[in-house]
Structure formats: structure tokens, C-alpha cells
């Protein structure tokens, strides 16, 4: 079954860039999400990246796949007070027809 | 479009007691989960609903955990008796069709637990 790691915290400055960063270790995980969850909220889906794909991007949002290292990460482009929340990297795991969540990385932003 | 609604949206019991959390599902969806996320950690996903049907409890501890979702809607988790690790947030969320990665899940709030 999939497992995934992920830091657990992240400190950055306003207006910079935000990169977080996830491992996993189903190599045959054909979809890979990164979910928000803002304090007392659910968790809102960000994006996703399928399997065949390297990089997907969408508005202030990178998502890079390394498939040979089973490593994914986020990058927020020019970080805002609003991107504070934890940010949970997960995988779909096949086998148990179930998305599988790491720990969530809380990123803060300093003014 | 009106989101995941859960409630009560806090609850604390004293360890032995029983306590039941409610979920309403976006309207139309097929499918409900039921996530436990305990503090520092991500949601894990205790059981899955296909309309009234079950698809996936195979971590829902049996033994004091029981879930419904009676005429395929709504749905509700109880817990008897509670345990103090049982402290945690109960998350449901809903998605339009079959388990698929391909399928947004929509979360709700959630209900903090507390067991004292």
C-alpha cells in the first residue's frame, strides 16, 4: 500500500516562493494530490498530478513529479498571508481503492 | 452550491460514554467517507458508502464504531464507548460517483472531539 511523508513545518516570507516537499512509496500511485486546510476548515483539494505527467501548473501553483525518486513538491509563487494552512501531500493508493494522506506540512508566513 | 454539513461541530465526553456525529453530503453525491484525523496527522479514512452500501470499513475499529447512511444521504458515526485516543476530528466528505482518483472528494467542516 502507499505511504507518504512529508516535513512538518515551513517558514517563509511574504512574497516569496513556497516549496513543499513530499515523498511517497507506491511507484504505481497514478494520481498524486496536494489538499489545504485552513484552521477549524475541511480539507480543500489544490491540484493534482497524474502519473504520466512531470510538471502540472496552474495560477500560483507548481506541481513537480519525480517519478524515479518518488518525490513530489508545491510551489506557491509570491506567498500571501491567505496561503497560511496546512498543506497535505497524498497519494492514490490502487491497491485499496483509497487516497492515502501524509501528516500535512504547516506553512506560516512571516511579514 | 451547498457544501459537506456536519454537526455538532464540537463534543466533549468523559471516556465510556457514547457520542454520534451526523453528516448531510452534497446533494446528489453517491459516495460518503468518513476520515478520523488525529491531531498532527493526516485524515485516515475509517469507512466509505456507495449510496446505502458499504464499500470499505476496513479500518473502522468494529468493536466501538458503527456508521449508517440510511436511505443512501446522510449519514451518521457513532462511537460506544468512547476511549481517550479516540480524541481526534471526524471528517465526511462526499464525492459525485464511484471511488475513483479521478473524483473531487468534498470535505465538510468537521466534529472535534474531545475524550476527557
Known amino acids: 500500500g502507499e505511504d507518504v511523508e512529508q516535513s512538518l513545518f515551513l517558514s517563509v516570507r511574504e512574497g516569496d516562493s513556497s516549496v513543499i516537499n513530499c515523498t511517497y512509496t507506491d511507484s504505481s500511485s497514478t494520481y498524486l494530490y496536494w489538499y489545504k486546510q485552513e484552521p477549524g476548515a475541511g480539507l480543500q483539494l489544490l491540484t493534482y498530478?497524474?502519473?504520466?505527467?512531470d510538471m502540472k501548473q496552474d495560477q500560483r501553483l507548481t506541481v513537480l513529479l519525480n517519478k524515479k525518486d518518488k518525490h513530489l513538491s508545491l510551489r506557491i509563487a509570491d506567498t500571501q498571508t491567505g496561503d497560511s494552512a496546512i498543506y497535505f501531500c497524498?497519494?492514490?493508493?490502487?491497491?485499496?481503492?483509497?487516497?492515502?494522506f501524509g501528516s500535512g506540512t504547516r506553512l506560516s508566513i512571516r511579514p | 452550491e451547498a457544501g459537506v454539513a456536519q454537526s455538532p461541530r464540537y463534543k466533549i465526553i468523559e471516556k465510556r460514554q457514547s457520542v454520534a456525529f451526523w453528516c448531510n453530503p452534497i446533494s446528489g453525491h453517491a459516495t460518503l467517507y468518513w476520515y478520523q484525523q488525529i491531531l498532527g496527522q493526516g485524515p485516515k479514512l475509517l469507512i466509505q458508502f456507495q449510496n446505502n452500501g458499504v464499500v470499505d470499513d476496513s479500518q473502522l475499529p468494529k468493536d466501538r464504531f458503527s456508521a449508517e447512511r440510511l436511505k443512501g444521504v446522510d449519514s451518521t458515526l457513532k462511537i460506544q464507548p468512547a476511549k481517550l485516543e479516540d480524541s481526534a476530528v471526524y471528517l465526511c466528505?462526499?464525492?459525485?460517483?464511484?471511488?475513483?482518483?479521478?473524483?473531487?472528494?468534498?470535505f465538510g467542516p468537521g466534529t472535534r472531539l474531545l475524550v476527557l
Open positions: 498530478i497524474f502519473s504520466n505527467m
Open positions: 497524498a497519494g492514490w493508493d490502487s491497491s485499496a481503492s483509497k487516497i492515502i
Open positions: 466528505a462526499s464525492s459525485s460517483g464511484l471511488a475513483d482518483p479521478r473524483e473531487t472528494q468534498y
